[in-house]
């Protein structure tokens, strides 16, 4: 906990340093446009049947919704920093046996939902015409919780709290000078985190940690669209 604490602090400190320098240099170069605004809404939906033997199952079922606001400066032509955070909503549901009579199925879902704060970095690599590619290095930290619903029956399950770092490419493509359209598939991504999971009814401690380059999926979840826009002001 007192790790965690000094980490909140840390991330805390960097956001308000990032305000102050972006201040500053507002102040140097009034009327240029440095800030701006960015929000991207992330998607992922994961199903299918199984059929063997005349026999179709449904697999279990994924889809998630995540929020994530941003307020940067450009330090320069090319570079940028500023804070960020994110909401985000997992579900799972699949049928499982019934204890009661295990000729029947009932319905099981697990729905997490989790908020974090970040810092980020980010460089503009490539620019073409009105397209650009942009790479965006976050690290932050991440809390939420897990409920799990039996039939009728709902429980919270599990707290979660990770500390992370992920860098991933973002393509934009400006319609004016001041606001832009962006995209972001996580197919691929550099990332590390160190994840706790705490179990309410029993109070297990699960610690697990990552680190690497990963080609599906995002080293927090497995959102693997995200839309959005940057507008500059």
Known sequence: MVKIMKIKRTISILIILVAIVADGNAQDASGDTRFFVEG???????????????????????Y?????????????????????????????KEMIPDQD???????????????????????????????SLLIDASMGYEGGNAKETTGL?????????????????????DMSDKFSLTASSIFFNLGASYRTEKYENTGEKVKTHYFGFHTQSTVFYPIDVRLGFIYKF
């Open 40 to 62: 991207m809404i992330g998607l992922l939906h994961q199903g299918g049947k199984l059929e063997s033997n005349g026999v179709s199952k449904n697999i279990p079922s994924t």
């Open 64 to 92: 998630g919704f995540s929020i994530l606001p941003k307020v940067g400066y450009w330090l320069n032509d090319v570079l940028a920093v500023g804070p960020h955070m994110i909401i985000r909503t997992v579900n799972r």
């Open 101 to 131: 009579n295990p000729v029947k199925e009932i319905e099981f879902k697990t729905k997490e939902f989790s908020w974090g704060f970040y810092v980020f970095s980010r460089y503009e690599w490539i620019r073409k015409g009105n397209f």
């Open 153 to 173: 029956i709902t429980n919270k399950t599990k707290t979660i709290k990770m500390i992370g770092a992920v860098v991933e490419p973002i393509l934009a493509y």
